[in-house]
């Protein structure tokens, strides 16, 4: 019983190299987007910001736009966007599923918004999607957190949860 608690808690610390990779569920629906009106949520007690200047294919930003709702128990994260207001921010909420906890908001640019149509009636069109650049991570300072490690979990979450790639978009120069 202790061992499956730990292996509850801390998955990939009791996981052998030779277990599958545990992967999230995948959304209910993939092109509607996640609002989140049913989660009970509570804000960061004492948001950071730091600069962050990443770039973002129109295939991440689609997935970023989405969210992310949970399906099981097993999904620790919940994720869900506002925007693009008429510049074309967003900002993306993640949430820890079981307690409702915001722990991060990346906030993004798109860019060659166009006039809406990427976003219409609760979906998102990935085809109709611009590129992005996250601009601004924000976090909770009483976490702990570091700048560096909040930038690492945001990235580990956009992977792991969104199905996001990051890699052909390196960090830009500040």
């Known amino acids: 019983m202790f061992k499956s608690l730990l292996e509850s808690i801390f998955p990939s610390v009791m996981k052998h190299p030779s277990d ?13 987007r996640v609002t989140g009106s049913t989660w009970k949520v509570r804000p960061m007690d004492h948001p950071v910001s730091a600069p962050w200047k990443l770039g973002v294919s129109s295939t991440d930003a689609a997935k970023l736009l989405g969210g992310y709702q949970p399906a099981a128990m097993e999904d ?8 693009p207001d008429p510049q074309g921010n967003i900002v993306v909420h993640v949430y820890r ?29 990935a085809a109709r999607v611009p590129p992005a650049d996250i601009t601004e991570i924000v ?5 702990g957190v570091s700048e560096c490690e909040a930038k ?23």
Request: hydrophobic content about 30%.
């Open 20 to 32: 599958p990779p545990t992967v999230p569920s995948p959304p209910s629906q993939p092109n509607q």
């Open 76 to 83: 620790r994260w919940m994720c869900r966007s506002d925007g």
């Open 97 to 125: 599923s079981w307690t409702g906890d915001e722990h991060l908001q990346i906030k993004a640019r798109l860019s060659n918004l166009d006039d809406g149509t990427a976003t219409r009636n609760n979906t998102v069109e």
């Open 139 to 143: 976090w909770d300072a009483s976490s």
């Open 152 to 174: 690492t979990l945001a990235t580990m979450i956009c992977k792991g949860v969104l199905g996001c790639e990051l890699e052909m978009s390196p960090e830009k120069p500040l």
